[in-house]
């Protein structure tokens, strides 16, 4: 959706004050453009709303994992959430603090854990009680202080988002169920190199209220409670974006302000990711054919769903808006598709744009900062496009990685 840093100046849409055309000049299409003025502003709303328990707040570098926009966060303050050793080796080269790094994920490799506690990662969340053996073992042979370990609580709780990006019901592969929670911690002193810090909930991403978060929370302070060591709740990420003007989301002030009071005398982590970077990003795409396919007017592009495949995987909607703001030109309703081998490639269903957009024109596939980008894909052999950076001044643009080429697509075989 068009916000304060995407939207149309005197008709031209611009990221800051940078016309995408000025960029497009150099770049082409497709490719990401991402306003950093907006997500920095967006970590602060987060900041601001959750002000009253100081949170720590550790960017989810899996929405979008780009050294600039990973760089600029870390020297905003934030720390990092990594789930893998891939995502904190990054994590390190955007300047990050190991100390600042939690790391998470529901299958760690030993060689991954390994990685973490030898680099002096701060947290590690655990979600398999077998992972807890293989910390306290590398521990124990580094000779290093005990790990700080947070448990992740599976709470047995229905978030109210899609199904394929809720985490929290009892069914899930995520967390540890409330049981072996308790279990877990009355049997602390058989990890005698793991410090039970925390515990860790994240129940689902683009959760629509807070109140399975605040179910979850209350049974993670009861389980708490015994333990007065045991200080620190991180409560994940899962803030909502609006993807359409009729999509209604909490705002986050409430979002935040619900949990609150639940929150009281805890050391408070936020692990937010999609609600940083989603909307200070769009996709910048060309219509490569117009054709008409009985009662559709298809439009071809140059993207499909191996640059941006949340369509295609949650039937996902993004804004599809053009370059050129329309004027009171008559509407059409278009199929938005890509070129790829499957009828799943559909980048927007009903897409309402003027009726005379051909070959050439140019579209902005908006709010596609988070999960754009990291989950593209070589698929069909598509090379993945660049990344545009527009600097927190709003004015100066940079490209933050190149457009991969065929000989990048080879690289990797022997
Ligand atoms: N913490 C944990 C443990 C997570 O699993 C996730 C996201 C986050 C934090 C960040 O959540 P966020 O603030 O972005 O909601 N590809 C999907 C989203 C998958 C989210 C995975 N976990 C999409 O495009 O909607």
């Known amino acids: 959706m068009l916000n304060d840093s995407i939207q149309y100046q005197s008709g031209i849409l611009c990221c800051d004050s940078v016309a995408l055309k000025d960029i497009l000049i150099q770049t082409g299409t497709p490719v990401y453009i991402y306003s950093l003025k907006r997500a920095l502003s967006n ?9 009253a328990v100081h949170p720590h707040i550790h960017y989810s570098a899996k929405a979008n994992a780009n050294l600039a926009v990973l760089g600029a966060l870390v020297q905003a303050g934030a720390g990092v959430d990594a789930v893998s050793a891939g995502e904190i080796h990054r994590a390190f080269l955007a300047g990050a603090d190991p100390a600042d790094i939690v790391f998470a994920g529901v299958g760690k490799t030993p060689n991954e854990l390994g990685y973490a506690l030898e680099h002096g990662v701060g947290w590690i969340n655990v979600e398999n009680v077998g992972e807890l053996q293989i910390i306290n073992d590398i521990v124990a042979g580094l000779g290093r202080t005990p790990a700080r370990v947070a448990l992740r609580l599976n709470p047995d709780v229905s978030a109210n988002t899609h199904h394929h990006i809720a985490t929290g019901h009892g069914t899930a592969k995520f967390g540890l169920s409330a049981e072996v929670v308790r279990g877990v ?30 179910q979850a929370v209350q049974l993670a302070r009861e389980l708490m409670a015994p333990y007065p060591d045991i200080r620190t709740l991180n409560i994940g990420g899962g803030l909502p974006v609006a ?5 209604t989301i909490p705002d986050w002030n409430d979002f935040a302000s619900d949990l609150l009071s639940l929150l009281e005398g805890c050391e408070v982590i936020l ?8 909307d200070a990003g ?14 559709h007017t298809l439009l071809i592009t140059d993207s499909s769903m191996a640059e941006l495949i949340r369509p295609a995987l949650y039937e996902a909607h993004h804004e599809i808006v053009p370059l050129f703001q329309p004027t009171e030109k008559d509407s059409l ?5 890509g070129p790829v081998c499957e009828s799943s490639d559909v980048l927007g269903h009903n897409v309402s744009l003027p009726d005379d957009l051909r070959a050439g024109d140019v579209l902005a596939i908006l709010t596609a900062g988070a999960y754009g980008m ?5 698929y069909n052999q598509r090379v993945r496009p660049p990344e545009v950076v527009v600097s927190e001044d709003g004015k100066s643009w940079f490209i933050a990685r190149r457009r991969e080429t065929w000989d990048d697509l080879l690289r990797t075989e022997l």
């Open 43 to 51: 970590l602060e709303r987060i900041r601001q709303a959750f002000a």
């Open 185 to 214: 911690l009355k049997q602390q002193a058989d990890y005698p190199h793991i410090r039970f810090d925390g515990l860790h909930i994240h129940i689902g991403s683009q959760l629509h209220d807070s109140r399975a978060t605040r």
């Open 243 to 247: 993807y359409s003007p009729d999509e």
């Open 271 to 278: 692990e937010p990711g999609r609600s940083i970077i989603a």
């Open 282 to 295: 769009l996709l910048a795409t060309s219509v490569l054919y117009r054709k008409q396919q009985n009662e």
């Open 333 to 337: 309703s278009y199929e938005i598709v």
């Open 374 to 378: 990291a989950m593209a894909s070589n």
